[in-house]
């Protein structure tokens, strides 16, 4: 795999620049065909457009920045053992998210990105309720519990990492709760 893209600047507002730990809402659309989201930073304005594609056969999801442009994409890989996602910034893949096979009472994944530092994506995937590590470092935390609205979830990501990486994979588990 080539190595990570980094966040493009046209989407200043998922740099985390500023901020100790931004955060970003994620909010699934009602009565619409696919699994169409949009993505609200802390102030409440839309960062990401995530157009799904899930009646393709790949189940695909294409993430646009605010004036439509496509900046990254996750889409499901067939030809795989267990559950695999493939994670594309930029038109260059970025990562695979992958589900383990056996973790009795916790969903587990990983985010297997180009060289020794991948991630871990730890917890209650039905509640929306996990953790993303990298050793012993938390990456992100993924919680409903933060917000009231149904279907709709808060992603916190730490400074110093990729929030376009780490949405794309948190759509990436939203992807694998619809196949399972």
Do not use: C
């Not at 998922?14 to 009565?31: A, D, H, S």
């Not at 953790?131 to 009231?148: D, F, M, Y």
Request: aromatic share 8%; net charge negative.
């Amino acid at each position: 795999m080539r190595q990570v893209s980094p966040v493009p600047a046209e989407l200043p507002a998922l740099t985390g620049l500023g901020k100790e730990r931004p955060m970003y809402v994620i909010r699934e659309k009602f009565f619409r065909l696919g699994e169409d989201s949009e993505i609200f930073d802390e102030s409440g304005r839309p960062v990401l457009h995530v157009d799904g594609k899930v009646m393709s056969l790949h189940s695909r999801l294409v993430l646009r920045d605010p004036q439509g442009q496509e900046v990254a994409q996750v889409s499901r890989k067939l030809a795989a053992l267990r559950p695999t996602y493939q994670i594309s910034i930029g038109g260059e893949p970025a990562a695979q998210v992958r589900k383990h096979f056996f973790t009795p009472f916790v969903d587990r994944f990983t985010i297997d990105i180009p060289g020794p530092d991948d991630l871990e994506m730890t917890g209650d995937l039905f509640d929306h309720e996990f953790t993303i590590h990298r050793g012993e470092q938390t990456v992100a935390t993924v919680s409903k519990q933060w917000l009231s609205v149904r279907d709709t979830y808060a992603v916190q990501v730490a400074p110093g990492e990729n929030d376009l990486l780490v949405l794309a994979s948190v759509l990436a588990l939203d992807l694998a709760e619809d196949a399972s």
